[in-house]
């Protein structure tokens, strides 16, 4: 929207990353609108509680709804499906887990522990998702303060 487009140069002029949390926070809790689908709700709990590839049919089946109602309703209210939202859970643990590693990562813990079938797959989702292998996604992150930062420059 056009607030946005005027609100990110005030940002980027920001020096201080404490104040552009700040206000981006601000920004998008002020934007922020909660939807009221309990069933939808329910499913993205299920998917993030999930250690490994949550089954859609199975979440439709407790949710008593078909499949493809949940799979529409995820459509509408997230712009993902499941399997592209467990995707993306499956990313935020595999940096999750980076972040709490104290020597060098490793890898197939790291892809095993985030819900990857093998080193290789984590390989190629991390790719997919970021553009990067493994090492230089993870030789871009930078964590301050016990917050992980990806390094853009």
């Known amino acids: 929207?056009?607030?946005?487009?005027?609100?990110?140069?005030?940002?980027?002029a920001e020096d201080s990353l404490e104040i552009?949390?700040?206000?981006?926070?601000?920004?998008?809790?002020?934007?922020?609108k909660p939807f009221p689908d309990e069933r939808v709700?329910?499913?993205?709990?299920?998917?993030?509680?999930?250690?490994t590839k949550a089954r859609v049919q199975e979440i439709a089946v407790e949710l008593?709804?078909?499949?493809?109602?949940?799979?529409r309703n995820f459509q509408k209210h997230l712009f993902y499906t499941p399997e592209e939202y467990m995707s993306v859970i499956k990313f935020r643990r595999?940096?999750?887990y980076y972040?709490?590693?104290?020597?060098?990562?490793?890898?197939?813990?790291?892809a095993?522990?985030?819900?990857?079938?093998?080193?290789?797959?984590?390989?190629?989702?991390?790719?997919?998702?970021?553009?990067?292998?493994?090492k230089e996604l993870f030789g871009q992150l930078e964590i301050?303060?016990?917050v992980l930062f990806w390094n853009l420059s």
């Open 144 to 146: 301050m303060d016990d």
């Open 94 to 96: 595999a940096l999750l």
């Open 64 to 71: 008593g709804i078909s499949r493809r109602t949940l799979l």
């Open 1 to 12: 929207d056009h607030y946005f487009q005027t609100f990110l140069p005030k940002v980027y």
């Open 41 to 51: 709700q329910h499913a993205v709990g299920k998917l993030i509680e999930s250690p």
């Open 99 to 110: 972040q709490k590693q104290k020597d060098a990562p490793n890898l197939t813990q790291i």
């Open 112 to 134: 095993l522990d985030s819900g990857y079938y093998d080193q290789p797959e984590f390989s190629k989702q991390l790719k997919n998702r970021s553009g990067l292998s493994p």
């Open 20 to 32: 552009k949390r700040d206000m981006l926070d601000t920004f998008f809790l002020e934007k922020f």
